[in-house]
């Protein structure tokens, strides 16, 4: 897909979202959590689909959560090793398969979004979301949960 379809298909989804009475929350893309081997640094590949994302919340008033931000740093502190734990199954040129979840990485990750959406819209998610302060705490000390 293309990057002028991308932002047309958010667009397109937040504006069908609110005519169906609802609130739409715009989230920029997860890390795939791939790492440069000389910088030991996520390579981060999605800037343009995350900026987009942004872009059109922001055009739009719309929530939105930075995933793609709090995703990069924590795998960054906690390295490629520690990323590899969440990934989904073998990939036969790859060895892991760094853009999909795991089932345990899909909670992590979810507590993120979560703790992000609290974070930023308080009085708006926080009666609505059941915390986890342990797995909380983990990823924000930057450690492998």
């Given at each position: 897909?293309?990057l ?9 989804f ?23 081997t ?12 995350t900026?987009i994302?942004?872009d ?7 929530h ?5 931000k709090?995703?990069?740093?924590y795998?960054?502190a ?12 073998e990939n036969?040129?790859t060895?892991?398969?760094r853009?999909?979840?795991?089932p345990w ?9 979560s703790?992000?959406?609290v974070?930023k819209?308080?009085?708006e998610?926080k ?14 000390d930057?450690?492998?949960a």
């Amino acid at each position: 897909m293309s990057l002028t379809d991308y932002r047309n298909n958010l667009a397109t989804f937040a504006s069908e979202v609110i005519q169906s009475g609802g609130t739409p929350i715009l989230v920029t893309p997860l890390t795939r959590r791939t790492f440069n081997t000389t910088t030991h640094r996520v390579i981060e590949n999605l800037a343009n689909e995350t900026a987009i994302t942004i872009d059109v919340a922001d055009a739009q008033s719309l929530h939105y959560i930075d995933l793609n931000k709090a995703s990069t740093q924590y795998v960054n502190a906690i390295g490629q090793t520690g990323a590899d734990r969440y990934n989904w199954g073998e990939n036969g040129t790859t060895g892991k398969d760094r853009t999909h979840l795991n089932p345990w990485g899909e909670v992590v990750f979810a507590r993120l979004v979560s703790d992000l959406l609290v974070e930023k819209y308080k009085g708006e998610f926080k009666a609505w979301t059941l915390g986890n302060e342990t797995l909380s705490q983990s990823i924000k000390d930057g450690k492998p949960a």
